[in-house]
């Protein structure tokens, strides 16, 4: 079965940092580019982040280029995201998705809230 | 950044009944236009790419159209299981953005 599982959220103050992982599972993981998305409570679909199946290529939303980090270890099939930095308005369920052709594959998700 | 507006935000309709969705871009993202359905509590779930090809497990009553900055989902008859927000994304340039959601409700 092909599956995607977010672990590493949790609740941080404001200013803090949370690493977020995405296990990959049922496909050729190093074959596939990855992204993050997130979404705030009752709102819509954020996409933050990129990176391609090399490692080679990313791209940043502006919300949250220079404070979070997208990595992948294909020899773990897993899927990272360092969040530094974080804000209040960083809160939300954060998804890893599979890109091919548009995000064809979904995790859970894990929330992130960030209070004080 | 290409903005993607759907309309309308909500739409109520009875079971059995056609529901037509759109999405416009604020510039043409060529045929690059995906949909996806999201339920309460759940992830996002691809139904449509390519503006009109169904994703693996799609029921034929869920069909896309359009190309450039015009986009529509349609689906023929409402079931019970499609009662859910939809979103429409583009993926032709960075950074990939979202449309606002519509929500099918029941009527």
């Known amino acids: 079965e092909v599956q995607l599982v977010e672990s590493g959220g949790g609740l941080v103050q404001p200013g803090g940092s949370l690493r977020l992982s995405c296990a990959a599972s049922?496909?050729?993981?190093?074959?596939?580019?990855m992204n993050w998305v997130r979404q705030a409570p009752g709102k819509g679909l954020e996409w933050i982040s990129y990176?391609?199946?090399?490692?080679?290529?990313?791209y940043y939303a502006d919300s949250v280029r220079g404070r979070f980090t997208i990595t992948r270890d294909n020899s773990k099939n897993t899927l990272y995201l360092q969040m530094n930095s974080l804000r209040v308005e960083d809160t939300a369920v954060y998804y890893c998705a599979r890109s091919w052709r548009a995000f064809d594959v979904w995790g859970q998700g894990t929330m992130v809230t960030v209070s004080s | 950044e290409i903005v993607m507006t759907q309309s309308p935000a909500t739409l109520s309709v009875s079971s059995g009944e056609r529901a037509t969705l759109s999405c416009r871009a604020s510039?043409?993202?060529?045929?690059?236009l995906a949909w996806y359905q999201q339920k309460p509590g759940q992830a996002p779930r691809l139904l449509i790419f390519s503006a009109s090809t169904r994703a693996t497990g799609i029921p034929a009553r869920f069909s896309g159209g359009g190309s450039g900055t015009e986009f529509t989902l349609t689906i023929s008859s409402l079931q019970s299981e499609d009662f859910a927000v939809y979103y429409c994304q583009q993926y032709y340039n960075w950074p990939r953005t979202f449309g606002q959601g519509t929500k099918v409700e029941i009527k």
């Open positions: 049922g496909f050729n993981f190093p074959n596939y580019d």
């Open positions: 990176l391609r199946n090399d490692g080679n290529s990313l």
């Open positions: 510039q043409t993202v060529s045929m690059n």
